[in-house]
C-alpha cells in the first residue's frame, strides 16, 4: 500500500527553466510534508518542508505547495540549475506518529537538469 | 560538527551470514531511525529508537532483524542469516528530540552473495 507517490520516475528540464515535481498522497492523517534531495551514493538531505495548516512554503529557489483537498503537493525549483540534478524524494509524517524522523517516502524523481 | 555517521559504508555478507551495521548520530541527538531503501524504491521506515529504549520497531521484518541502541556506543543494526532480499542501502537518521527534522546519515550498502 503506497501511501505517498511519486508517479513521474524522471524528469528532464533545461538550465534555467522550472522544474515542477509532483506528489500524491492517500492517508488523511499526514500533516507534515518534506522534500529531500538525494545524490548517488549519498544519504538524503532535507530541502524543504511544510505543515499541512500552509498551502504554501518558499525558500529561495525552492517553493511546495500542498492541496490538501486534492491530497498533492509539488515541489517547484526556479530557476533549475545543473547542479540540482538528484533523486528528489516527497516524505509525509502522519500526525499520529511519535516523531518527525517516521516519514513515509514516495519512491522518487529523478531530475536532471541540462545546462 | 560530525554529521550522522555510518560504518561500514559497504558490506558484503555471504548468505547465511550475520550483518552489522552501526550508525553514530549526531553529537547530541539521542533519537535514532533506520530506513532501508530496496533498489528502485523509495526508503521504508524500519525502526526508531532512543537511548536504550526501542519506540517503535513496526517496519521491522519480524525475524532475522534486530536494532539497540545503548546508552554508550552507536546504534546498531544487525541482520542475522542474511538472505539474497536483504541486499539494500540501510540509512540512519537521528534527530535531538522528537519534533524536529532528523538528518540522515550516507548509508551502508549491503550485499548479500
Known amino acids: 500500500d503506497q501511501q505517498v507517490k511519486q508517479n513521474s520516475p524522471s524528469l528532464s528540464v533545461q538550465e534555467g527553466r522550472i522544474s515542477i515535481l509532483n506528489c500524491d498522497y492517500t492517508?488523511?492523517?499526514?500533516?507534515?510534508f518534506l522534500w529531500y534531495k538525494k545524490y548517488p551514493a549519498e544519504g538524503p538531505t532535507f530541502l524543504i518542508s511544510i505543515s499541512s495548516i500552509k498551502d504554501k512554503n518558499e525558500d529561495g529557489r525552492f517553493t511546495v505547495f500542498l492541496n490538501k483537498s486534492a491530497k498533492h503537493l509539488s515541489l517547484h525549483i526556479v530557476p533549475s540549475q545543473p547542479g540540482d540534478s538528484a533523486v528528489y524524494f516527497c516524505?509525509?509524517?502522519?500526525?499520529?506518529?511519535?516523531?518527525?524522523?517516521?516519514?513515509?517516502f514516495g519512491q522518487g524523481t529523478i531530475l536532471t537538469v541540462h545546462p | 560538527n560530525a554529521g550522522v555517521m555510518q560504518n561500514p559504508r559497504h558490506l558484503v555478507r555471504r548468505r547465511g551470514q550475520e550483518a552489522r551495521l552501526r550508525c553514530s548520530p549526531v553529537?547530541?541527538?539521542?533519537?535514532v531511525y533506520w530506513y532501508r531503501q530496496l533498489p528502485e524504491e523509495g526508503l521504508k521506515f524500519m525502526v526508531y529508537?532512543?537511548?536504550?529504549?526501542?519506540?517503535?520497531e513496526s517496519g521491522m521484518p519480524k525475524e532475522r532483524f534486530s536494532a539497540e541502541f545503548p546508552k554508550e556506543g552507536p546504534s546498531i543494526l544487525r541482520i542475522q542469516q542474511v538472505v539474497r532480499g536483504d541486499s539494500a542501502a540501510y540509512f540512519c537518521?537521528?534527530?535531538?528530540?522528537?519534533?524536529?527534522?532528523?538528518?540522515f546519515g550516507q548509508g551502508t550498502r549491503l550485499t548479500v552473495v
Open positions: 553529537k547530541g541527538h539521542s533519537h
Open positions: 492517508n488523511s492523517m499526514f500533516d507534515y
Open positions: 529508537l532512543q537511548k536504550e529504549n526501542i519506540i517503535d
Open positions: 516524505a509525509a509524517r502522519d500526525e499520529g506518529g511519535t516523531s518527525y524522523g517516521k516519514l513515509t
Open positions: 537518521a537521528s534527530s535531538p528530540v522528537g519534533n524536529t527534522e532528523a538528518f
